[in-house]
């Protein structure tokens, strides 16, 4: 059964963040190369914005709130930019199909210049 099934309210004031990402893996990432790595991004995003969150209560602030906390937390740029994709990938997916009216801004944090892989 669908995560925005029910009638009496609309589809934005019932779905929920981790149900919904669940239901829509695989269109969202099915053919990603690392699935490992985004199912371990997900794991921590939902350390920061728990799977029964609203999509609707996804904004600007709650975002720029959990960067906060994983710079906080000692993570890197990149890291954090990681995940911010993640969400993004996610959220767009919910817009696409009308659960949200609008994405929220999602800022990505300047990276350093990485290593050399040669």
Not at 29 to 46: F, Q, T
Not at 61 to 82: E, P, Q, Y
């Amino acid at each position: 059964m669908s995560v925005w099934s029910r009638r009496d309210l609309t589809p934005s004031e019932t779905t929920k963040f981790g149900p919904f990402v669940d239901e829509q893996f695989e269109r969202i990432w099915g053919e990603a190369k690392s699935i490992k790595s985004i199912r371990m991004n997900l794991g921590v995003i939902y350390q920061y914005i728990p799977r029964n969150t609203l999509l609707v209560n996804i904004t600007d602030l709650r975002i720029d709130d959990m960067v906060t906390k994983m710079k906080r937390d000692g993570m890197a740029n990149g890291t954090i930019n990681r995940k911010l994709d993640n969400i993004s990938k996610s959220l767009k997916r919910a817009k696409k199909l009308r659960l949200i009216t609008q994405l929220p801004e999602i800022e990505r944090l300047k990276e350093g210049a990485g290593r050399d892989r040669r």
